[in-house]
């Protein structure tokens, strides 16, 4: 196995610092890197290296194709875990490592690189064939302990990524065009003022040719916007065409593919939230992760938190069991927005409900009815619910749950509604029951129990029966969920402790 030759102080250069600090995370795998001699360096622009090692942004490293397995080893035994992107948009030089800082809470990214692969974000169809040269002329930061680009060949590689990234053709970069642009401007006056523009156009001659090193020059010194640069940016692609992994007719259609399956992607992942994969799967198959708790303890807060934590890396769908908040179906919505006139005509609950005036009365005609038309419509909803969790798991999801159903106890805790009539059909009651036991027989992978203090329920819900919130505290502590690892978790702790902790038991799942 090829090995790097150990550092001399020739080979460490000292760059401008601020006050960033990197995250333990990376850090960690950064000495283990150099501790076993990995051929490595970060090979976007210097100017964010400090932003990315506080977890703002993906640690691109080029990797030495000798030293890739031992870099997929460190990363594994670091707590990283290999992420790889849905079907078409995977590249086979490419692989991406997410990890868990605790420290900060971040979800941080790391993608491997063993061949400089550039072109636009669905489709990246250049292959820029320098990367022994990029290793051998990288640089130790002495602060940050990361090897950089050289300043000269970082020049060439933005210049060069700049034709064939920064195009208004690709949607993903016209989405995000100003601040695309900001980026390379920023990222271009940082380079130009480190470098020599006579040792650039040596570097540039050595790397493409004499023509394109004079154009490339100017178009890292000159004045002119980037994207401006349209006859270098024709020049370079002309001279990367023998580069490219499809020819233009098959880069085409498959550019147009992957738009529409991205397009799709992101109307269901803002929208229509099916289980259906998009992005970037859990390794070795989803999971279903339910947030359970008597109402009051902060379960839509942690459930949302958790999914904005995920969701900006891998498919993440929530599903809300509930009747309150969330995204009720169409029949649903319909009965729901008929609880205000249900409501004035019921002033007062008979004994059994949770929430309102409550009597000692035994539930009427009226009640009874409205009660089971409601149990038969959320039976339906959460028996949906619970097959689209379970799909969406096996598709390589992590499904999110705002509570979950439970056959274990009635009339609370998510369970069947109809034992609050002892009149109800039995046909209606087998319907009901049937939905329950799918619960039963479809248990999440993992369970958040957020605790709390009955008084703190209560008043954060003050609308509930104080009595019957005791009452719900103690039986949701027996409920085992057929069998599901339990995660108790003391919800009285401040939110960002209590985010903290949910966070560490979720990743130990993935």
């Not at 154009?215 to 024709?234: H, M, N, P, T, Y």
Request: glycine residues 6%.
């Amino acid at each position: 196995m090829r090995i790097m030759k150990e550092l001399d102080e020739a080979d460490i250069v000292v760059l401008p610092s601020t006050e960033s600090q990197a995250l333990p995370k990376l850090r960690a795998v950064l000495t283990d890197f150099h501790r076993h001699n990995i051929r490595y360096c970060y090979w976007k622009s210097t100017r964010r290296i400090h932003a990315v090692l506080r977890g703002e942004g993906d640690l691109d490293l080029l990797v030495g194709r000798s030293d890739q397995h031992r870099a997929e080893m460190i990363l594994l035994a670091r707590d990283f875990k290999l992420f790889p992107m849905l079907g078409s948009r995977d590249h086979p030089s490419l692989l991406s490592f997410l990890g868990h800082d605790e420290a900060s809470g971040r979800i941080v990214h790391v993608h491997l690189h063993f061949r400089l692969i550039v072109g636009k974000r669905l489709l990246r169809n250049y292959r820029i064939p320098w990367e022994d040269m990029v290793l051998a002329g990288a640089f130790l930061h002495r602060a940050l302990q990361i090897r950089l680009l050289e300043p000269t060949i970082e020049a060439v590689l933005l210049a060069v990524r700049s034709c064939v990234e920064l195009r208004r053709s690709d949607p993903v970069a016209l989405r995000i065009w100003r601040a695309a642009k900001r980026k390379f401007a920023l990222d271009r006056a940082d380079v130009a003022g480190r470098v020599d523009p006579a040792a650039l156009r040596d570097r540039a001659a050595v790397l493409l040719n004499a023509e394109l090193a004079d154009l490339l020059v100017d178009a890292i010194c000159g004045k002119r916007e980037l994207e401006g640069q349209s006859r270098f940016r024709r020049r370079v692609v002309t001279y990367l065409s023998a580069f490219r992994t499809y020819n233009a007719c098959e880069a085409g259609l498959r550019s147009a593919w992957r738009t529409l399956l991205w397009a799709a992607g992101n109307m269901n992942r803002h929208l229509f939230l099916l289980p259906r994969p998009w992005s970037r799967r859990a390794p070795g198959g989803g999971c279903v992760i339910a947030i359970v708790g008597v109402d009051g303890s902060g379960k839509t807060t942690v459930a949302t938190a958790i999914r904005a934590w995920l969701g900006s890396e891998i498919d993440v769908v929530p599903i809300y069991f509930g009747t309150g908040e969330g995204r009720p179906s169409p029949l649903l919505r319909l009965f729901k927005s008929m609880v205000p006139l249900a409501r004035r005509m019921l002033p007062t609950k008979p004994r059994g409900a949770s929430h309102g005036k409550v009597s000692d009365r035994p539930p009427g005609l009226l009640y009874s009815l409205l009660l089971m038309m409601w149990a038969a419509i959320v039976a339906r909803e959460k028996r949906n619910k619970l097959l689209a969790a379970r799909r969406g798991a096996q598709r390589g999801l992590v499904i999110i749950t705002d509570r979950y159903p439970q056959n274990e106890t009635g009339a609370f805790n998510d369970g069947p509604l109809l034992s609050r009539l002892p009149r109800a059909p039995q046909w209606l009651r087998r319907f009901e029951t049937a939905a329950y036991r799918l619960a039963q027989r479809l248990p999440p992978d993992l369970v958040i129990r957020l605790d709390v203090f009955a008084e703190t329920a209560a008043r954060r819900e003050p609308d509930m029966d104080p009595a019957l919130v005791r009452q719900r505290i103690t039986e949701l502590q027996r409920l085992t969920f057929a069998g599901a690892r339990i995660v108790p978790v003391d919800a009285e702790q401040p939110l960002f402790e209590v985010i903290r902790v949910v966070k560490r038991e979720v990743w130990r799942m993935l």
